[in-house]
């Protein structure tokens, strides 16, 4: 009986791990929450997306990666805000979304250098500039450091 027991709760604990791990589809763009599809509409106008990835992660969260036609990837949350924004290397993203301080700094202190990738989190942003240089800004758009 206690070998029964045994394989019924390895059984189930597999399947639990199994629920939990991030599973990938493919869906359609009107899939997208509401507030991705308007920041797409309005910060990258003209361009189509090509593809959407829903990567779920747990049991209740989910992300969403947009690939659209000029090669930028944006990844959202759950709820459609943006996460991350990626060009392709060496290439600049539209920053018409991005922190007017983080703009600021950056104008003044690399001038005529572009900005391939930003990345929000909780507490920072971490933008990448098409030389390869790392900057790191907290939520109020203020320079905190180079990162290596």
């Not at 969260?61 to 930028?72: E, H, M, P, Q, R």
């Not at 983080?102 to 989190?121: Q, V």
Request: glycine content about 6%.
């Amino acid at each position: 009986m206690k070998k029964y027991l045994f394989i019924l709760s390895v059984l189930t604990s597999i399947l639990f791990i199994n629920a939990a791990c991030e599973k990938e589809t493919i869906i359609q763009a009107d899939q997208l929450p509401k507030n991705a599809t308007e920041f797409i509409q309005l910060h990258f106008e003209g361009t189509t997306v090509v593809q959407v990835e829903k990567e779920k992660e747990g049991l209740s969260s989910a992300t969403y990666d947009v690939i659209l036609k000029n090669g930028t990837n944006i990844k959202f949350d759950k709820n459609g805000n943006w996460l991350e924004v990626d060009a392709l290397d060496g290439q600049a993203i539209q920053t018409s979304f991005i922190h007017a301080n983080i703009k600021t700094y950056i104008n003044s202190n690399y001038e005529g250098i572009a900005i391939n990738s930003i990345e929000k989190d909780n507490n920072r942003y971490e933008v990448e500039l098409v030389n390869g240089i790392d900057l790191l800004f907290n939520l109020d758009g203020n320079f905190i450091r180079i990162d290596n």
